[in-house]
């Protein structure tokens, strides 16, 4: 058991070291998925619109500037009395009689209308904020929501990544199946030919021929269908990159995953569940804000008179607004407020714990495939040479011609047992690399 503990150790350091070198050959066709894809544009644009908020709620610090202007004709309505005759008339009569003159002339009684006619008022009004404190809360909101926008951005990146490098794996398979096939084809060709030679001498009866070509036909059928697979997932890889994948894309690959010291990064995931706290924090801190005081001032600049007159004027004031009662809404807001964060802290945890079962099953399933892939390797080569042994049997007529059709079936099988569990290894590193956030998202 330790000696098991001590090569499992070893082999996940083998892994370890390297996997930024492997993922550096995969990266040209990562970073094309990143610009092709129209789903990861359309999150680019609104991470550009939340930093276009963030922008806003920084400019909210600053003075408004406003121009109104309103103008009113009236006719009816109610009206005031204004005795100005009765008030002064009599008046003016004893200064007349005093001076002798008619200097001082009657007054009539005014009837006043309450809607003013024929009247404009226009004004230039400035608001610029001093205190308010929900201002400072809104810019870090917004912050938090171009982190939060960022985030959903380099998980989409991510899981692109892995499917890119799945599909890439699959081009792989799908290629190295076809190689087998057009090997075992040139393999029954060369049987084939002494087969003909060795029935026109009598030595093989003619039923030999007809197998080996039954078996031609027969691995003839699975190169098609290798082939249909190849192109189906090149068909794939061009569509989540817009290139197609070169015949030597991958030469400078290992032969199965291993390579250069990399580390665990926190997955998007958690830091996405750690900005959605800190957002619902900034609830309860508005709030805690609810008795504090708003401070802003507000300056007008205009004129307004009758018939269009010119009667200009400044006018400033400030505007204080402070909380005095509302029932406990706000404490229940605040309260509600926790409970969000409370409920987002659990699913932090609950997350957690889902990724390091992730990470754990990614490990032991790469372990597995890169095993089961190092125990095929030999038998490719026992196969190798049993077909050879077979083969120089067979036309030395010391075999018989199913000895040979059984061995050339094992080598082919064996081949794909081997090439199969090889990408196999490569897949399960893809998803090993998703689950650790080894690539580096920009």
Known sequence: MKFLKFTLVALIAGITTGSSAQTEVLQPHIEKAWLKNEALKAKTFDLNAAAWNHK??????????????????????????????????????????LTGTQQFSNLQNQEINFFPNNFYDAKVVINQPIYYPDLALNQKLKVLESEAKSLEVRAFKRQLSKEVMTATFQVESSRALQQIYQEATVLMSEAKRATQSMVKNEVAPIYALRRIDAQMAQIEGQYL??????????????????DTLGNQALNTL????????????????????????SMLALATDKENNFYKPRLGAQLSLGSQAFNFGWQPYVLMGINLDINLFDNKR??????????????????????????????????????????????????????????KDSYTRYKEGNASYLELVDAQTQLTQTQ???????????????????????????
């Open 416 to 442: 794909i047992q081997y090439q199969l569990s090889r990408y196999n290894a490569w897949i399960k590193w893809s998803e090993w690399v998703y689950a650790l956030a080894i690539i580096n998202i920009p």
């Open 254 to 277: 290992e032969e199965l995953p291993l390579g250069g010291i990399t580390s665990q990064r926190l997955r998007e995931e958690l830091l996405q569940l750690q900005t959605a706290t």
């Open 225 to 242: 269908e290798a082939t249909a697979l190849k192109n189906n997932a090149q068909n794939y890889f061009q569509f989540l990159t817009g």
């Open 330 to 387: 706000h404490s229940f807001r605040k309260d509600a407020a926790k409970a969000r964060m409370e409920a987002q802290q659990a699913q932090y945890s609950h997350t957690q714990d889902l990724i390091h079962l992730q990470v754990t099953n990614a490990e032991t399933n790469l372990l597995t495939a890169i095993d089961q892939a190092q125990k095929f390797a030999p038998r490719v080569s026992a196969a190798q040479q049993f077909y």
């Open 56 to 97: 806003e709620a920084k400019a909210m610090y600053g003075p408004t500037v406003g121009f109104n202007l309103g103008y009113t004709l009236a006719t009816g309505g109610r009206n005031i009395s204004f005795p100005v005759g009765d008030l002064l008339n009599p008046v003016y009569n004893t200064l007349n009689s």
